[in-house]
Protein backbone atom coordinates (compact mmCIF):
# COMPACT_ATOMS: atom_id res chain seq x y z
CA UNK A 1 0.00 0.00 0.00
CA UNK A 2 1.84 3.36 -1.48
CA UNK A 3 -0.72 5.81 0.41
CA UNK A 4 -0.12 6.86 3.57
CA UNK A 5 -3.89 7.29 4.60
CA UNK A 6 -6.72 5.64 3.87
CA UNK A 7 -9.22 8.51 2.86
CA UNK A 8 -11.05 7.17 -0.42
CA UNK A 9 -11.12 3.62 -2.48
CA UNK A 10 -8.98 4.87 -5.23
CA UNK A 11 -6.18 5.61 -2.44
CA UNK A 12 -5.44 2.15 -3.37
CA UNK A 13 -4.49 0.25 -6.63
CA UNK A 14 -5.78 -2.83 -7.79
CA UNK A 15 -2.92 -4.66 -6.40
CA UNK A 16 -3.20 -3.18 -3.64
CA UNK A 17 -6.38 -4.58 -2.67
CA UNK A 18 -5.93 -7.85 -3.70
CA UNK A 19 -3.08 -7.82 -1.49
CA UNK A 20 -5.28 -6.37 1.28
CA UNK A 21 -7.60 -9.48 1.01
CA UNK A 22 -4.45 -11.94 1.00
CA UNK A 23 -3.84 -10.59 3.74
CA UNK A 24 -7.34 -10.82 5.53
CA UNK A 25 -7.75 -14.07 4.82
CA UNK A 26 -4.41 -15.36 6.48
CA UNK A 27 -5.62 -13.28 9.66
CA UNK A 28 -9.10 -14.60 9.34
CA UNK A 29 -7.81 -18.19 9.55
CA UNK A 30 -5.48 -17.41 12.28
CA UNK A 31 -7.99 -16.13 14.21
CA UNK A 32 -10.19 -19.14 13.22
CA UNK A 33 -7.24 -21.38 14.54
CA UNK A 34 -7.22 -19.56 17.81
CA UNK A 35 -3.39 -18.54 16.86
CA UNK A 36 -2.55 -14.76 18.39
CA UNK A 37 -1.09 -11.94 16.02
CA UNK A 38 -0.05 -9.24 18.77
CA UNK A 39 1.87 -7.27 15.96
CA UNK A 40 0.61 -3.97 16.78
CA UNK A 41 1.93 -4.78 20.35
CA UNK A 42 2.51 -1.15 21.65
CA UNK A 43 0.52 0.65 19.24
CA UNK A 44 -2.30 3.08 19.81
CA UNK A 45 -5.21 3.75 17.90
CA UNK A 46 -6.99 6.98 18.03
CA UNK A 47 -10.99 6.91 16.93
CA UNK A 48 -12.73 10.30 16.35
CA UNK A 49 -16.89 8.96 16.31
CA UNK A 50 -18.81 12.22 15.07
CA UNK A 51 -21.26 9.90 14.39
CA UNK A 52 -22.48 7.14 16.39
CA UNK A 53 -22.01 3.57 15.73
CA UNK A 54 -21.77 -0.19 16.87
CA UNK A 55 -20.03 -2.06 14.05
CA UNK A 56 -17.34 0.72 13.30
CA UNK A 57 -16.16 1.08 16.72
CA UNK A 58 -16.67 -2.51 17.76
CA UNK A 59 -14.49 -3.68 15.33
CA UNK A 60 -11.82 -1.13 15.15
CA UNK A 61 -11.45 -1.69 18.77
CA UNK A 62 -11.28 -5.48 18.71
CA UNK A 63 -9.03 -5.06 15.77
CA UNK A 64 -6.36 -3.32 17.66
CA UNK A 65 -6.83 -5.90 20.73
CA UNK A 66 -6.43 -8.59 19.10
CA UNK A 67 -3.39 -7.26 17.05
CA UNK A 68 -1.85 -6.69 20.49
CA UNK A 69 -2.53 -2.63 20.53
CA UNK A 70 -4.80 -0.29 21.78
CA UNK A 71 -7.51 2.14 20.82
CA UNK A 72 -8.76 5.16 22.44
CA UNK A 73 -12.92 6.15 21.41
CA UNK A 74 -12.94 10.16 21.31
CA UNK A 75 -16.43 11.32 21.22
CA UNK A 76 -17.48 14.83 20.29
CA UNK A 77 -17.84 15.68 23.72
CA UNK A 78 -14.23 14.85 23.89
CA UNK A 79 -13.01 17.11 20.64
CA UNK A 80 -15.82 18.47 19.46
CA UNK A 81 -13.68 18.57 16.39
CA UNK A 82 -13.66 21.71 14.05
CA UNK A 83 -15.12 24.15 16.56
CA UNK A 84 -13.27 23.63 20.21
CA UNK A 85 -10.11 23.04 18.76
CA UNK A 86 -9.16 23.06 14.80
CA UNK A 87 -8.83 20.34 12.50
CA UNK A 88 -5.02 20.72 12.19
CA UNK A 89 -4.36 20.76 15.68
CA UNK A 90 -6.40 18.03 16.45
CA UNK A 91 -4.28 16.12 14.14
CA UNK A 92 -0.95 17.78 15.32
CA UNK A 93 -1.12 16.26 18.68
CA UNK A 94 -2.69 13.34 18.11
CA UNK A 95 -0.23 12.64 16.32
CA UNK A 96 2.13 13.13 19.06
CA UNK A 97 0.12 10.72 21.09
CA UNK A 98 -0.58 7.73 18.75
CA UNK A 99 -0.10 5.69 15.77
CA UNK A 100 -2.79 5.77 13.43
CA UNK A 101 -6.28 7.84 13.68
CA UNK A 102 -9.56 6.78 12.49
CA UNK A 103 -12.54 9.26 12.25
CA UNK A 104 -16.18 9.02 11.55
CA UNK A 105 -17.46 11.98 10.65
CA UNK A 106 -20.35 14.30 8.67
CA UNK A 107 -17.93 16.07 6.24
CA UNK A 108 -15.66 14.40 4.32
CA UNK A 109 -13.31 17.33 4.37
CA UNK A 110 -13.20 16.89 7.89
CA UNK A 111 -10.94 13.61 6.83
CA UNK A 112 -8.98 15.42 4.31
CA UNK A 113 -7.96 17.99 6.30
CA UNK A 114 -7.38 15.80 9.31
CA UNK A 115 -5.08 13.67 7.09
CA UNK A 116 -3.32 16.96 5.72
CA UNK A 117 -2.02 17.53 8.67
CA UNK A 118 -1.65 14.17 10.85
CA UNK A 119 1.95 12.57 10.79
CA UNK A 120 0.65 9.46 11.49
CA UNK A 121 -1.54 7.08 8.87
CA UNK A 122 -5.95 8.45 9.17
CA UNK A 123 -8.24 5.71 8.47
CA UNK A 124 -11.72 7.33 6.85
CA UNK A 125 -14.14 5.30 9.08
CA UNK A 126 -16.68 7.05 7.40
CA UNK A 127 -17.70 10.04 6.36
CA UNK A 128 -20.83 11.94 3.99
CA UNK A 129 -19.33 11.34 0.93
CA UNK A 130 -17.28 7.95 1.21
CA UNK A 131 -16.85 4.35 3.41
CA UNK A 132 -13.99 2.71 2.09
CA UNK A 133 -13.83 0.18 4.62
CA UNK A 134 -16.81 -0.88 4.20
CA UNK A 135 -16.55 -1.17 0.61
CA UNK A 136 -13.31 -3.33 0.70
CA UNK A 137 -15.35 -5.62 3.75
CA UNK A 138 -18.30 -6.02 0.99
CA UNK A 139 -15.91 -7.12 -2.10
CA UNK A 140 -14.05 -9.32 0.17
CA UNK A 141 -17.13 -10.74 1.78
CA UNK A 142 -18.23 -11.33 -2.03
CA UNK A 143 -15.45 -13.39 -3.32
CA UNK A 144 -14.89 -15.41 0.05
CA UNK A 145 -18.16 -16.74 -1.07
CA UNK A 146 -18.00 -16.83 -5.11
CA UNK A 147 -14.13 -18.04 -4.74
CA UNK A 148 -14.05 -14.91 -7.42
CA UNK A 149 -14.44 -11.69 -8.75
CA UNK A 150 -14.43 -11.98 -11.98
CA UNK A 151 -17.64 -11.77 -13.93
CA UNK A 152 -19.26 -10.47 -11.00
CA UNK A 153 -22.47 -8.34 -11.62
CA UNK A 154 -23.71 -6.53 -8.71
CA UNK A 155 -27.05 -4.34 -8.29
CA UNK A 156 -27.43 -2.25 -5.56
CA UNK A 157 -30.86 -0.82 -4.96
CA UNK A 158 -31.79 2.38 -2.95
CA UNK A 159 -29.80 5.67 -2.37
CA UNK A 160 -26.53 6.89 -3.85
CA UNK A 161 -24.99 7.51 -0.65
CA UNK A 162 -21.76 6.93 0.79
CA UNK A 163 -21.72 3.14 0.54
CA UNK A 164 -23.25 2.82 -3.12
CA UNK A 165 -20.05 5.34 -4.06
CA UNK A 166 -17.54 3.71 -2.38
CA UNK A 167 -18.96 0.26 -3.47
CA UNK A 168 -18.87 1.60 -7.15
CA UNK A 169 -15.27 3.07 -7.05
CA UNK A 170 -14.01 0.10 -5.85
CA UNK A 171 -15.34 -2.58 -8.28
CA UNK A 172 -14.15 -0.29 -11.03
CA UNK A 173 -10.35 -0.80 -9.61
CA UNK A 174 -11.05 -4.62 -9.58
CA UNK A 175 -13.65 -4.61 -13.10
CA UNK A 176 -16.31 -6.22 -10.93
CA UNK A 177 -19.59 -4.83 -12.55
CA UNK A 178 -21.61 -2.46 -10.38
CA UNK A 179 -24.82 -1.01 -11.68
CA UNK A 180 -27.63 0.96 -9.02
CA UNK A 181 -30.81 1.84 -9.02
CA UNK A 182 -32.83 4.92 -7.54
CA UNK A 183 -35.36 7.10 -7.67
CA UNK A 184 -35.17 10.51 -9.29
CA UNK A 185 -33.01 13.03 -7.64
CA UNK A 186 -31.21 10.28 -5.31
CA UNK A 187 -28.49 9.60 -8.30
CA UNK A 188 -25.26 9.74 -8.11
CA UNK A 189 -24.02 13.87 -7.68
CA UNK A 190 -22.52 15.59 -10.64
CA UNK A 191 -19.51 15.90 -8.56
CA UNK A 192 -19.28 11.93 -7.78
CA UNK A 193 -20.06 11.29 -11.92
CA UNK A 194 -16.91 13.62 -12.70
CA UNK A 195 -14.83 11.94 -10.26
CA UNK A 196 -15.09 8.52 -11.30
CA UNK A 197 -14.42 9.85 -14.97
CA UNK A 198 -11.44 11.32 -13.88
CA UNK A 199 -9.63 9.11 -10.93
CA UNK A 200 -11.33 5.48 -12.74
CA UNK A 201 -11.39 6.53 -16.11
CA UNK A 202 -15.30 5.16 -15.43
CA UNK A 203 -18.17 7.15 -16.34
CA UNK A 204 -20.75 6.73 -12.86
CA UNK A 205 -23.95 7.91 -15.03
CA UNK A 206 -23.31 4.99 -17.40
CA UNK A 207 -23.91 2.99 -13.93
CA UNK A 208 -27.38 4.17 -12.57
CA UNK A 209 -30.94 2.93 -13.66
CA UNK A 210 -34.53 4.29 -12.43
CA UNK A 211 -36.04 0.80 -12.13
CA UNK A 212 -34.67 -1.95 -9.63
CA UNK A 213 -35.99 -4.58 -12.07
CA UNK A 214 -33.62 -3.59 -14.78
CA UNK A 215 -30.46 -3.99 -12.18
CA UNK A 216 -31.24 -7.24 -10.48
CA UNK A 217 -31.40 -9.43 -13.75
CA UNK A 218 -28.47 -11.20 -13.95
CA UNK A 219 -27.75 -10.05 -10.75
CA UNK A 220 -24.83 -12.13 -8.67
CA UNK A 221 -25.00 -9.38 -5.86
CA UNK A 222 -28.22 -7.56 -4.63
CA UNK A 223 -27.08 -4.62 -2.16
CA UNK A 224 -28.88 -2.73 -0.66
CA UNK A 225 -28.86 0.40 2.77
CA UNK A 226 -30.80 2.55 4.90
CA UNK A 227 -33.06 4.94 2.71
CA UNK A 228 -32.79 7.16 5.58
CA UNK A 229 -28.93 8.04 6.82
CA UNK A 230 -27.86 9.57 9.78
CA UNK A 231 -28.75 13.41 9.56
CA UNK A 232 -31.49 13.05 7.35
CA UNK A 233 -34.47 12.40 9.84
CA UNK A 234 -36.03 15.28 8.70
CA UNK A 235 -36.43 14.11 5.40
CA UNK A 236 -37.86 10.69 6.74
CA UNK A 237 -41.37 11.16 5.39
CA UNK A 238 -40.28 12.35 1.77
CA UNK A 239 -37.48 9.86 1.39
CA UNK A 240 -40.13 7.22 2.43
CA UNK A 241 -42.48 8.33 -0.71
CA UNK A 242 -40.33 8.42 -2.89
CA UNK A 243 -37.84 4.92 -2.16
CA UNK A 244 -41.35 3.00 -2.29
CA UNK A 245 -41.12 0.51 -4.89
CA UNK A 246 -36.92 0.14 -4.05
CA UNK A 247 -37.85 -2.63 -1.58
CA UNK A 248 -35.43 -5.50 -1.46
CA UNK A 249 -38.43 -8.29 -0.87
CA UNK A 250 -38.74 -11.95 -1.94
CA UNK A 251 -40.68 -10.78 -5.57
CA UNK A 252 -37.73 -8.80 -6.37
CA UNK A 253 -34.90 -11.50 -5.38
CA UNK A 254 -36.89 -13.68 -7.51
CA UNK A 255 -35.89 -11.88 -10.47
CA UNK A 256 -32.00 -12.32 -10.42
CA UNK A 257 -29.94 -15.42 -10.31
CA UNK A 258 -30.81 -17.91 -8.74
CA UNK A 259 -28.87 -18.05 -5.51
CA UNK A 260 -28.10 -14.49 -5.81
CA UNK A 261 -26.13 -13.07 -2.89
CA UNK A 262 -28.34 -10.53 -0.36
CA UNK A 263 -26.03 -7.86 1.18
CA UNK A 264 -26.63 -4.60 3.44
CA UNK A 265 -24.28 -3.03 5.30
CA UNK A 266 -26.70 -2.36 8.76
CA UNK A 267 -28.65 -0.93 10.58
CA UNK A 268 -31.13 -2.00 8.47
CA UNK A 269 -34.86 -0.50 8.66
CA UNK A 270 -36.63 -4.11 8.21
CA UNK A 271 -39.55 -3.68 6.42
CA UNK A 272 -38.19 -0.13 4.70
CA UNK A 273 -35.56 -1.16 2.37
CA UNK A 274 -35.78 -4.95 3.03
CA UNK A 275 -38.05 -7.45 4.22
CA UNK A 276 -37.53 -9.74 7.06
CA UNK A 277 -37.91 -13.11 5.22
CA UNK A 278 -34.77 -11.40 2.98
CA UNK A 279 -32.43 -10.67 5.30
CA UNK A 280 -32.97 -13.78 7.14
CA UNK A 281 -33.14 -15.81 4.41
CA UNK A 282 -31.14 -18.13 2.99
CA UNK A 283 -29.34 -15.57 -0.15
CA UNK A 284 -28.47 -13.23 2.67
CA UNK A 285 -24.90 -12.65 3.97
CA UNK A 286 -25.39 -9.68 5.54
CA UNK A 287 -24.22 -11.17 8.94
CA UNK A 288 -21.10 -12.46 7.40
CA UNK A 289 -19.93 -9.33 5.87
CA UNK A 290 -20.81 -7.26 8.89
CA UNK A 291 -18.09 -9.61 10.48
CA UNK A 292 -15.64 -9.07 7.57
CA UNK A 293 -15.67 -5.78 8.90
CA UNK A 294 -13.10 -6.76 11.79
CA UNK A 295 -11.01 -8.99 9.85
CA UNK A 296 -10.34 -6.38 6.94
CA UNK A 297 -9.67 -3.83 9.23
CA UNK A 298 -7.23 -5.84 10.82
CA UNK A 299 -5.29 -5.99 7.46
CA UNK A 300 -5.59 -2.39 7.05
CA UNK A 301 -4.13 -1.64 10.64
CA UNK A 302 -1.70 -3.92 10.40
CA UNK A 303 -0.40 -2.87 7.10
CA UNK A 304 -0.81 1.11 7.30
CA UNK A 305 0.86 0.56 11.07
CA UNK A 306 4.11 -2.26 9.75
CA UNK A 307 4.68 -0.34 6.40
Not at 143 to 170: P, Y
Request: with cysteine.
Amino acid sequence: MNCRHLISDTDLSREEVEGLFALTSQLKEAYTLGKSDISLSGKSLAMIFEKSSMRTRVSLEVAMTQLGGHAIYLTPQDINIGKRESIKDVARVLSRYVDCIAIRTFSHNNVAELARHASVPVINALSDYLHPCQALADLYTIKEKLGTLKGVKIAFVGDANNVARSLALLCATLGVSFNIASPKGYEFPAEFVDDMRQTVKQDASALQFLNPRDVVKNADVIYTDTWISMGQEGEAEVRRLHFKGYQVNKGLVALAKKGVLVMHCLPAHRGEEITDEVIDGPNSIVFDQAENRLHVEKAILKTLLLK
